[in-house]
């Protein structure tokens, strides 16, 4: 066994290489979706296809990240299909999750000729040949989302294959920026496998295998302490979304959260079955986003492996909202497993509140622009997922402007980049004011964002959600502010959450206003300091209560 002070170096070595990784796919990448909004994710795995390190990015993702790997070993028989140069792709929503814009491209590592492990990335490619350019709000079969990718090889042997390779780029109406992102991916993969052989030649096979086992044993155990100390018991909470599309029907999610010993199961029976409309995932997605929930409230601060979540069981209903089946649609896989994460930790704040934040509007806050460019004389897509306030928790003010829980990593767009690459004008940009729900500790606030169109042609699509079920208030918090949209082609301004293609002409506005975070506590305990900076900074445009010890409301 390796001394402890070799296992920190392998441990943070693994790390340092999905870094370099990260770093790579963000310089390579063609589109501002990944090089500015950080749109994708990278990870380090064993023969076993077991995390081994990885970057920040979209904790989304890097939850499910090796289920390609998995999906592909099994689809071609076993391990032995793998060779030096090799380079994989797949983006099935029923078999690696998330929708199929989001695209798994990853590589073996080889080392003395033994297959030692893989480098995984996964992006989001702005446009696939869906029926729709890049994607469709109101999708209700898989088959109009885009193409659907098997386990394929996209090198093979190190060679490219050209086949393919075309078939993927003649089908997108974005073609270069396809053939780019793809390319940016497979440099990063390159990148860790140059990386982990260095690795493997500085300390040897064996001593790597150790600590990897000694890690691995590191987090199971650490995990399973920390669920110990719950109070055995059975935790639910539940909540409702707005619908599954444009004019769609609300969503309810469910979560059942059972405690014995150092075991966990999360089950989700009760929740919607899938739906006729975009907002469905496969199973692999749902097993992300419960670990990231499970992540967020036992040792965050320790880096997830393969020997984190052991003692974590996750159930879901088949051809549920969580399970979903050909041929349901899955462009919009998130909100459901952001509203299980919100409601995971809600279902769990009575036994550990000094852990728990209130609730957040956990979605994608999704707006995207597209028509003819007339700088490029080609077709643009402009999408971004806006920041949301994030719930308060004891002892602190819940953080403003920041992505969904899934998000991670994303950044929104600066508004430089948008107006120097395509015909939009940002006329505000800045935090919502009073969004935060009320409370002695204060709910984050959400953003607000107004978009001027600078030519004809172009639609908006819209996904903005939570209004049903808004960032809820903890022990006696209030709620935030939901979110809302305003379109104003001319003739006025009207509400509109969800739409797929709507035309805004030249001079059109959208104005776009993400929800706030729900309050911690009793607001009558705030401080009178407090009220009066949130007055002063602008966080609030009314003190909401006259003092400290007043009654909420006077």
Known sequence: ???????????????????????????????????????????????????????????????????????????????HVYQPGDVYAVNDAYLTGSHLNDVSVFSPVFHDGELVGFCATKAHWLDIGAK????????????????????????RAGEPCTETIEFLTRNSRLPRSIWGDMHAQIAACRTGEQQLQALYNRFGAQTVREAVAEIFAQCERLDREAVRRLPDGVYTAEGELDSHGPGGDPVPVKVTVTVEGDEMTLDLAGSSPQTPGCMNCGLAQTISGARLAYKFLFNPDVPVTGGTFRNLTVKAPERSVFDAREPAA???????????????????????????????????????????????????????????????????????????????????????????????????YGLREGSGGDGEFRGGLGVEREYETLGDGITVSLWFERTRTPGWGLFGGEPGAPASVEVDTGDGPREVLKANRLAVPAGSRVVVRTGGGGGYGDPSNRSDEARERDLIDGYVTTTPVATAAGTHGE
């Open 330 to 428: 899955c462009q919009y896989y998130y909100p459901h497993i952001g509203l299980m994460i919100d409601l995971f930790i809600r279902a769990l704040a009575p036994a550990m509140p000094d852990a728990v934040v209130a609730g957040q509007p956990a979605d994608a806050m999704n707006i995207m622009f597209t028509g003819p460019n007339p700088r490029t004389g080609e077709r643009f897509v402009c999408g971004e997922s806006t920041a949301v306030g994030w719930g308060a928790r004891a002892g602190s003010d819940g953080t403003d402007a920041l992505a969904n829980y899934g998000a991670g990593d994303l950044k929104n767009f600066p508004v430089e980049v948008i107006e120097s690459l395509y015909p939009l004008r940002i006329h505000k």
């Open 1 to 79: 066994m390796p001394d402890p002070v070799t296992v920190e170096v392998i441990r943070n070595a693994f790390n340092s290489i999905a870094s370099q990784m990260n770093n790579n796919l963000a310089r390579s990448a063609y589109t501002p979706i990944i090089y500015e909004m950080k749109d994708c994710s990278v990870g380090l795995f064993d023969a076993d296809a077991r995390l081994l390190g990885q970057a920040p990015g979209l904790p989304i993702f890097l939850g499910n990240l090796e289920a390609a790997i998995e999906v592909t070993t099994e689809h071609f028989g076993g391990t």
């Open 132 to 155: 729709d350019p890049s994607q469709a709000m109101d999708s209700t079969e898989i088959y109009q989302e885009g193409y659907r990718i098997a386990p394929t090889h996209l090198y």
